[in-house]
Nanobody
């Protein structure tokens, strides 16, 4: 069983940057696509970005293209989300997830506990 722990969230001004980390334990992530999802207050959890197990293919939601970058470090068993040019509407709890099915488009069926990102306008 794999456990995922997110970190790196916090309070940042609009236009600022944060880097989220998702560290895994219990199993190597190297075989699985990984994703980041965000859940804003009162809204459904939404897809943000995903990365293939090889790291060679990435997907992004339209709202974050050009601002966010997903990456992975196999040696550290960690996935990252670099968030630049943050906007107020990026405020959400961000979750990382593993697609144990092996498909980049999911389903994502193993989740971390989330990390809060708050962007002040």
């Amino acid at each position: 069983q794999v456990q995922l722990v997110e970190s790196g969230g916090g309070l940042v001004q609009a236009g600022g940057s944060l880097r989220l980390s998702c560290a895994a334990s219990g199993r190597s992530l190297s075989s699985y696509p990984m994703g980041w999802f965000g859940q804003a207050p009162g809204k459904e959890r939404e897809f943000v970005a995903a990365i293939a197990s090889s790291g060679n293919t990435t997907l992004y939601a339209e709202a974050v293209k050009g601002r966010f970058t997903i990456s992975r470090d196999t040696a550290k068993n960690t996935v990252y989300l670099q968030m630049n040019s943050l906007k107020f509407e990026d405020t959400a709890v961000y979750y990382c997830a593993a697609a144990l099915s092996g498909r980049l488009t999911g389903p994502f069926n193993t989740w971390g506990q989330g990390t809060q990102v708050t962007v002040s306008s």
